[in-house]
């Protein structure tokens, strides 16, 4: 038979195949080059980052990468196992590509509610009680309250500035002598309480310039200071210097850090830096019962874009479990935060030693406070001193050679 093909259609149609391929390797260029554009021109907080992609990696778990290398390798599946079910493509492609895990709705509702951000942390170590539906929550106070001449009158003074506790008669044991090692400082220093602000009930208003929560650092230099440890306080007006310059509360930590680099520069001896706050949640999940003395809760802080949280998160967690042992149910934990709208970085970058702690809640007193800031000094005196007597017996030896 003869061949009826036409050579030239049989051109034709090889060309046009060859140009469909052309216009579609030039569409997926373009589309490369587009999506690599609009990455680059994405604000910072909505770029991919190194953080994104190992927060990602955090929910490939040894099951799943099993299941993974299965999918590549069927000998794999072969092998009696007692892993769970092998999850579904979709459901994956679905968590990585839009970020959201429908096992924690935090993960959604988190981007379309305003604030909800604040509960974008992560749980390190749970104290009693602790869950992601109690969380510690940073609120900013209104414009309004701001300035000092818009502040509350004050009640329920009396008192205030005497000590809850007997103080100790008798010398410490051991000393740092001249030395101040640690450093304690109010980013949000005008964060205050309810029961002295009069005739304040909001929990958004509960702020003052002269009672807030740089008295618990009086508490805290006084029970330090007892125990042989010397202690700064830095009351400097954040808020004040705020005004000053007209930067808004966001930048706070921004003003803080100007004061802790100042205080390292002049003051080698500082090791130990403690940024006390107070947090905006209710009397009932800030207070507890010890003993048959109630203690306002403190909950450990650390700031998840500090590139080496993972050294302060281990300062955060040894006083944490020390504090469980001793006053148990003091600590709600210690709180990861790396939220979007957030600082989550609280000055930790500035040394491994630094943590952010908050005292209670706007419902406690300065009674319960200080009960906790004693509480507080009495186990970081039993962890200094332990690491002190370490550092000592390590430094032994080389003396000697």
Known sequence: MKNT?????????????????????????????????????????????SSSVNQAATNVNGKLLYQLIGWENHHFLKIENNWEATPKLTNLIFTFSSNINLNDPRSLLGRELPGFYQFDGKILVAGEGTNYTNMPVESAPPIKIMEEQREAALQNLEGLDKSTEENSASSPNQTTGDRKVVYVYFSHNRESYLPYLKGVSDPDLAYHSQINVTKIGDELEQSLEEKGIGSFIDKTDIQAELNKKGWKFWQSYDESRTVVQTAMTNNRDYHYFIDIHRDSQRRDKTTVTINGKSYAKVAFIIGGKNPNYEKNAKLAKELHDRLQKKYKGL???????????????????????????????????????????????????????????????????????
């Open 331 to 401: 600590s709600r934990g210690v709180i990861i935060k790396n939220a979007a709208g957030s600082n989550s970085i609280y000055n930790q970058n500035l040394s491994e030693n630094a943590i952010l702690m908050e005292f209670g809640g706007v419902d406690n007193t300065f009674d319960e406070l200080n009960r906790s800031a004693d509480a507080l000094a009495d186990v970081f005196s039993d962890f200094y001193w332990q690491a002190e007597k370490v550092n000592t017996d390590i430094k032994q030896p080389a003396d000697k050679q």
């Open 5 to 49: 093909r036409d050579p030239g259609a049989f051109l034709i149609v090889q060309g046009t195949s060859i140009l469909k391929i052309g216009a579609a390797l030039s569409l997926f260029i373009l589309f490369i080059f587009s999506i690599s554009g609009l990455l680059t021109s994405l604000k910072p907080q909505y770029q991919l980052m």
